[in-house]
């Protein structure tokens, strides 16, 4: 499924409103995204000041070209469409609200997402962002997944 915006009474009617509170917050979120993914290899790599550098690196199936763009945005995700996806998403999927990678935008000053999917000669660099515009992609040299 593409990676689309909620519609506004969807978001209101989940309280899409999550907050990252600490680092382990967000690791906790870049796993559960991988593991969405069908990643089957999770590595995770934190500075010993836990700001500097957090990275999740995960064999998953990556971003499609075509959602590439909406990443890093508040309230867009690939798992439901409506209020009523919500009844089938459970057992299926770790997250569903569109804030992770919104929030963490938000909070850093420096987010990069390389991601290539089956097919594509080289990965993607996207540098996102405090809004999450992807402002620059550049090439990659990365397997199938996301970092």
Do not use: W
């Not at 409103?17 to 995204?33: C, H």
């Not at 993914?37 to 000041?49: F, K, L, P």
């Not at 935008?105 to 987010?111: H, K, L, N, P, Q």
């Amino acid at each position: 499924m593409s990676i689309v915006a909620l519609p506004a009474p969807t978001v209101r009617a989940i309280g899409s409103t999550q907050v990252l509170t600490d680092s382990a917050s967000l690791v906790k979120e870049l796993v559960d995204n991988a593991l969405d993914a069908h990643a089957s290899s999770i590595t995770v790599e934190i500075s010993a000041n836990t700001l500097d550098v957090i990275q999740v690196k995960d064999n998953g199936d990556g971003i499609a070209p075509d959602d590439r763009q909406f990443v890093c945005k508040r309230h867009y995700t690939s798992k439901i469409r409506d209020l009523e996806d919500l009844a089938k998403v459970g057992g299926t999927s770790l997250g569903f609200r569109g804030e992770a990678l919104a929030s963490a935008v938000e909070m850093s000053g420096d987010v990069v997402v390389s991601t290539r999917i089956v097919g594509e000669a080289t990965a993607v660099c996207l540098k996102v962002s405090h809004n999450g515009e992807v402002e620059k992609y550049t090439a990659s040299i990365f397997t199938n997944g996301n970092v």
